[in-house]
């Protein structure tokens, strides 16, 4: 055989070889990627820093050895510069949340919802949305307790009204319910103005359960005063549902000013049991009122709306806001649902067993099972083989046959190609011998010592 | 080997055997990231006659270590013990020995905007060489035909240099530029005359630039010389070179391509004696490497073709080079990679006496081990 039939063969079998690589095709399962590819990532990750897909695949690994803070940045670093990655956006988010970074998971969480074609993997993505929120309130609570000297002292943000849970005073255990629901609904008016800043109830009853008040602790005006604080609400809305003979109730709701402790004169109204929403209406009034705020004929329409006149399907849906809180999620859901059969045109209480349903189902699987059924579903798509220009790949054009590196470690990585020999082989260029070739030339220089 | 040369060795030897087991076990929490890199590099190459030399082979072993101080500061450190033995018809001759070791650091004075290296050769390597030595210094030399270790050793230099990087349009343009001060070293063995090549000013310019889904990569690089001295003397003024090269990176499927070219002139070197000219110089090199994830590896198939040409007044055909091989990466365990490699060549070689081309086949196989992160 000759050389050149014997280097044919190799050839053939090469591009065998190379076939077989390419038959693999396709997007790299997210599987594949174990602890045991960072060494490899990493190297490819010096030579292409920039490499969005390098960098998804390296973090997926580091979350994968349970190295959250290196998995973290290198992450942040593939999202943003492969905003479609969508097995990076959501690993970003487990990252975050494994960190205790809530408010980044609900980021990466909310940015891969915007951009994810799974309808299984969305689903997940929201459950963990949902119970991001919920310990980014619980996380912020705790975080406001252990501040509270610092934040006493701070002016509270002057628009801003949190309403407590509404305590119920009576003895029927089907009515016990309706405080959180009136709470509820008088947030859902006093929000509907843009001249205040509402907070939402669920604020208000984590920064209540971390402060671990006992119900008639949270009656006093200096649970609302210390609240505000914590929460840096300038006024406070406190108040009572009180169950009177008659199918009548009675509710109070005062008006504390954190800055002062002042108590306003309470807003107090008594109906019919069944005309709860009508003295809802009138208690939201006389708040805004005793707000200094003057409301706009458009907002007095938006507030008298009522999101339900179905009393049955109110208490339900209270009932699911007191399970919710005990994080029961389950039974709220159960509740919440309901209230929507009772009254399909209740949006609240639909959306609310919505949530509850993804709560229930994020709280039964911690993030290791998550990723998980992350890891074996989804994929990183094509990998992106062509390195970003950047100035780094600039600097290292530039450095390239200027000072090369002293070891020519070979990472095979496209991003440099090949470059011929830049250094003088200066003892065979004196005398003329380079190559394989007799020399010939017309001039051979002789370095040899003088006779 | 004079008193300076030795204290230089022994230094280089002690910083080769001792630097790279301490920064492989230094933890990466104290700040600093460690790779280190060893293996095996063999090469063959067989020629029909015609020539006068029957074959050439090389066994090389690298060793490396990259030290990540901090993300603006590295270093780096790296050399090869080798063995280059050339046959021809009265039998074989051989260099063995290790090679200067090249120490560098680099620090990004303003971050992915300005860097300085500084890169010092150490003269490890093997400098004297007899009369029947240099024919196998000088096949491994080749422009034409890549070695592991194409110079045993050509004495201590220091290298600064400067790149920066500046935006402009869509390009990004990397502009760097470099001095090498050489010192002197005993190039033969029957002698005690020392060479001292002369300094180097390099400059380069490169550009980048994204389109749509591909990559497109040019450089230029420029170097001129001072005059070589031995023995005190002026003897050789080397000729000016010339890079210019040329990639685009495109991904198909989940393939990623590079076709490249690169251009190597080398101007005619001057005797100053004499005032004659030596030979101009030309290698034309075309290819395409590939990059595919199989598993957890990546496989890297390359296919090069290069174009030599020598000449005095007028560049003419002097060989040719076919290369076509792949580089396999496979992690092994969460800190090591192994790196096999290997290449077919096919070719010929102008006796410029003859005319005639003389054929040969090579082949390349090494396996390499990366360790650390």
Same mark, same amino acid.
């Given at each position: 055989?000759?050389?050149?039939?014997?280097?044919?063969?190799?050839? #053939?079998?090469?591009?065998?070889?190379?076939?077989?690589?390419?038959?693999?095709?396709?997007?790299?399962?997210?599987?594949?990627?174990?602890?045991?590819?960072?060494?490899?990532?990493?190297?490819?990750?010096?030579?292409?820093?920039?490499?969005?897909?390098?960098?998804?695949?390296?973090?997926?690994?580091?979350?994968?050895?349970?190295?959250?803070?290196?998995?973290?940045?290198?992450?942040?670093?593939?999202?943003?510069?492969?905003?479609?990655?969508?097995?990076?956006?959501?690993?970003?988010?487990?990252?975050?949340?494994?960190?205790?970074?809530?408010?980044?998971?609900?980021?990466?969480?909310?940015?891969?919802?915007?951009?994810?074609?799974?309808?299984?993997?969305?689903? $997940?993505?929201?459950?963990?949305?949902?119970?991001?929120?919920? #310990?980014?309130?619980?996380?912020? %609570?705790?975080?406001?307790?252990?501040?509270?000297? $610092?934040?006493?002292?701070?002016?509270?943000?002057?628009?801003?009204?949190?309403?407590?849970?509404?305590?119920?005073?009576?003895?029927?255990?089907?009515?016990?319910?309706?405080?959180?629901?009136?709470?509820?609904?008088?947030?859902?008016? !006093?929000?509907?103005?843009?001249?205040?800043?509402?907070?939402?109830?669920?604020?208000?009853? %984590?920064?209540?359960?971390?402060?671990?008040?006992?119900?008639?602790?949270?009656?006093?005006?200096?649970?609302?005063?210390?609240?505000?604080?914590? !929460?840096?609400?300038?006024?406070?809305?406190?108040?009572?549902?009180?169950?009177?003979?008659?199918?009548?109730?009675?509710?109070?709701?005062?008006?504390?000013?954190?800055?002062?402790?002042?108590?306003?004169?309470?807003?107090?109204?008594?109906?019919?049991?069944?005309?709860?929403?009508?003295?809802? *209406?009138?208690?939201?009034?006389?708040?805004?009122?005793?707000?200094?705020?003057?409301?706009?004929?458009?907002?007095?329409?938006?507030?008298?709306?009522?999101?339900?006149?179905?009393?049955?399907?109110?208490?339900?849906?209270?009932?699911?806001?007191?399970?919710?809180?005990?994080?029961?999620?389950?039974?709220?859901?159960?509740?919440?649902?309901?209230?929507?059969?009772?009254?399909?045109?209740?949006?609240?209480?639909?959306?609310?067993?919505?949530?509850?349903?993804?709560?229930?189902?994020?709280?039964?699987?911690?993030?290791?099972?998550?990723?998980?059924?992350?890891?074996?579903?989804?994929?990183?798509?094509?990998?992106?083989?062509?390195?970003?220009?950047?100035?780094?790949?600039? @600097?290292?054009?530039?450095?390239?046959?200027?000072?090369?590196?002293?070891?020519?470690?070979?990472?095979?990585?496209?991003?440099?190609?090949?470059?011929?020999?830049?250094?003088?082989?200066?003892?065979?260029?004196? $005398?003329?011998?380079?190559?394989?070739?007799?020399?010939?030339?017309?001039?051979? @220089?002789? @370095?040899?010592?003088?006779? | 080997?004079?008193?300076?040369?030795?204290?230089?060795?022994?230094?280089?030897?002690?910083?080769?055997?001792?630097?790279?087991?301490?920064?492989?076990? &230094?933890?990466?929490?104290?700040?600093?990231?460690?790779?280190?890199?060893?293996?095996?590099?063999?090469?063959? !190459?067989?020629?029909?006659?015609?020539?006068?030399?029957?074959?050439?082979?090389?066994?090389?072993?690298?060793?490396?270590?990259?030290?990540?101080?901090?993300?603006?500061?590295?270093?780096?450190?790296?050399?090869?013990?080798?063995?280059?033995?050339?046959?021809?018809?009265?039998?074989?001759?051989?260099?063995?020995?290790?090679?200067? +070791?090249?120490? #560098?650091?680099?620090?990004?004075?303003?971050?992915? @905007?300005?860097?300085?290296?500084?890169?010092?050769?150490?003269?490890?390597?093997?400098?004297?060489?007899?009369?029947? &030595?240099?024919?196998?210094?000088?096949?491994?030399?080749?422009?034409?035909?890549?070695?592991?270790?194409?110079?045993?050793?050509?004495?201590?230099?220091?290298?600064?240099?400067?790149?920066?990087?500046?935006?402009?349009?869509?390009?990004?343009?990397?502009?760097?530029?470099?001095?090498?001060?050489?010192?002197?070293?005993?190039?033969?063995?029957?002698?005690?005359?020392?060479? *001292?090549?002369?300094?180097?000013?390099?400059?380069?310019?490169?550009?980048?630039?994204?389109?749509?889904?591909?990559?497109?990569?040019?450089?230029?690089?420029?170097?001129?010389?001072?005059?070589?001295?031995?023995?005190?003397?002026? +003897?050789?003024?080397?000729?000016?070179?010339?890079?210019?090269?040329?990639?685009?990176?495109?991904?198909?499927?989940?393939?990623?391509?590079?076709?490249?070219?690169?251009?190597?002139?080398?101007?005619?070197?001057?005797?100053?004696?004499?005032?004659?000219?030596?030979?101009?110089?030309?290698?034309?090199?075309?290819?395409?490497?590939?990059?595919?994830?199989?598993?957890?590896?990546?496989?890297?198939?390359? +296919?090069?073709?290069?174009?030599?040409?020598?000449?005095?007044?007028?560049?003419?055909?002097?060989?040719?080079?076919?290369?076509?091989?792949?580089?396999?990466?496979?992690?092994?365990?969460?800190?090591? $990679?192994?790196?096999?490699?290997?290449?077919?060549?096919?070719?010929?070689?102008?006796?410029?006496?003859?005319?005639?081309?003389?054929?040969?086949?090579?082949?390349?196989?090494?396996?390499?081990?990366?360790?650390?992160?």
């Amino acid at each position: 055989m000759t050389p050149l039939l014997r280097g044919s063969s190799v050839l #053939r079998f090469t591009l065998v070889l190379a076939a077989g690589a390419c038959a693999t095709g396709g997007a790299i399962r997210v599987s594949d990627v174990t602890p045991e590819s960072i060494p490899s990532l990493e190297a490819e990750r010096s030579q292409r820093p920039q490499d969005a897909g390098i960098l998804a695949r390296l973090g997926v690994a580091y979350f994968k050895a349970e190295r959250y803070g290196d998995a973290r940045p290198v992450l942040d670093s593939a999202v943003a510069g492969d905003p479609r990655n969508g097995a990076a956006a959501i690993y970003l988010g487990m990252t975050a949340e494994q960190l205790g970074d809530f408010a980044a998971a609900r980021t990466a969480y909310q940015h891969y919802i915007d951009i994810a074609t799974d309808p299984d993997l969305t689903a $997940t993505a929201r459950q963990r949305l949902a119970l991001v929120d919920r #310990r980014q309130l619980e996380y912020q %609570a705790r975080q406001a307790l252990a501040n509270e000297a $610092t934040l006493a002292a701070m002016p509270p943000e002057s628009n801003t009204v949190a309403v407590m849970p509404f305590m119920f005073r009576g003895t029927n255990p089907d009515l016990q319910a309706l405080g959180r629901g009136f709470a509820q609904l008088l947030v859902t008016d !006093l929000a509907k103005s843009r001249q205040v800043r509402v907070l939402e109830r669920e604020r208000m009853q %984590a920064m209540l359960d971390e402060m671990k008040l006992g119900d008639s602790a949270i009656a006093t005006p200096a649970s609302a005063v210390r609240s505000g604080h914590l !929460l840096q609400a300038a006024r406070v809305v406190q108040g009572a549902l009180g169950e009177l003979p008659g199918d009548q109730v009675r509710v109070d709701a005062a008006l504390v000013d954190v800055g002062t402790a002042a108590v306003q004169p309470p807003a107090q109204g008594t109906s019919p049991l069944d005309q709860l929403f009508d003295l809802e *209406k009138q208690i939201a009034f006389a708040v805004f009122t005793n707000l200094g705020i003057q409301l706009s004929p458009a907002e007095q329409e938006a507030i008298n709306q009522r999101p339900t006149q179905n009393l049955q399907a109110f208490l339900a849906y209270s009932r699911g806001l007191v399970e919710q809180d005990r994080g029961d999620y389950a039974a709220a859901q159960a509740d919440f649902n309901q209230a929507a059969t009772l009254d399909p045109n209740f949006r609240a209480a639909s959306q609310s067993a919505a949530t509850a349903s993804e709560l229930s189902a994020a709280t039964q699987q911690p993030v290791s099972q998550v990723e998980t059924a992350v890891s074996q579903s989804s994929t990183f798509g094509a990998p992106s083989p062509v390195p970003v220009a950047s100035a780094q790949a600039a @600097i290292e054009n530039g450095l390239q046959s200027v000072a090369p590196p002293s070891t020519a470690l070979p990472t095979g990585s496209t991003a440099s190609t090949p470059t011929p020999t830049t250094t003088r082989n200066t003892t065979s260029e004196a $005398t003329q011998t380079e190559g394989p070739a007799p020399p010939t030339g017309t001039v051979v @220089i002789t @370095i040899k010592r003088p006779s | 080997m004079n008193a300076r040369g030795l204290t230089a060795r022994t230094l280089a030897l002690a910083s080769l055997v001792l630097l790279p087991a301490q920064l492989v076990a &230094q933890p990466a929490a104290q700040g600093g990231r460690v790779a280190a890199l060893t293996g095996v590099e063999t090469r063959g !190459l067989s020629f029909q006659s015609g020539l006068g030399i029957k074959s050439v082979t090389e066994v090389a072993v690298p060793f490396g270590v990259v030290w990540t101080a901090s993300p603006r500061l590295s270093f780096d450190l790296g050399g090869r013990y080798a063995t280059a033995n050339r046959t021809d018809s009265s039998g074989s001759t051989s260099i063995s020995g290790l090679t200067d +070791i090249q120490a #560098r650091g680099v620090y990004q004075l303003v971050r992915d @905007i300005a860097v300085f290296t500084v890169a010092a050769t150490l003269p490890t390597g093997k400098t004297k060489l007899t009369a029947a &030595q240099l024919p196998v210094a000088g096949v491994i030399a080749s422009d034409l035909l890549p070695f592991p270790v194409a110079n045993f050793g050509s004495g201590f230099n220091v290298t600064t240099g400067l790149a920066l990087a500046v935006p402009v349009g869509g390009w990004a343009i990397g502009v760097a530029g470099s001095y090498r001060q050489n010192g002197s070293y005993t190039p033969l063995a029957d002698t005690s005359l020392s060479y *001292k090549a002369g300094g180097e000013f390099r400059v380069r310019a490169g550009a980048d630039r994204i389109v749509g889904q591909s990559r497109i990569s040019l450089g230029f690089t420029y170097s001129t010389f001072g005059e070589d001295d031995f023995g005190s003397s002026p +003897i050789f003024q080397s000729g000016r070179r010339y890079i210019g090269q040329a990639s685009w990176s495109f991904p198909i499927g989940n393939l990623g391509l590079v076709l490249y070219a690169w251009d190597l002139y080398r101007a005619s070197g001057t005797v100053p004696i004499s005032g004659s000219m030596t030979e101009k110089r030309n290698v034309l090199a075309l290819g395409g490497l590939a990059s595919v994830q199989v598993g957890r590896n990546m496989l890297r198939p390359q +296919i090069e073709y290069r174009v030599h040409s020598i000449g005095v007044s007028q560049l003419s055909n002097a060989g040719r080079l076919f290369s076509l091989g792949a580089l396999l990466q496979m992690p092994l365990g969460d800190r090591f $990679t192994l790196l096999p490699v290997a290449r077919f060549d096919a070719g010929n070689v102008v006796n410029p006496t003859s005319g005639s081309a003389v054929s040969f086949t090579g082949w390349d196989l090494g396996v390499s081990l990366r360790m650390g992160t």
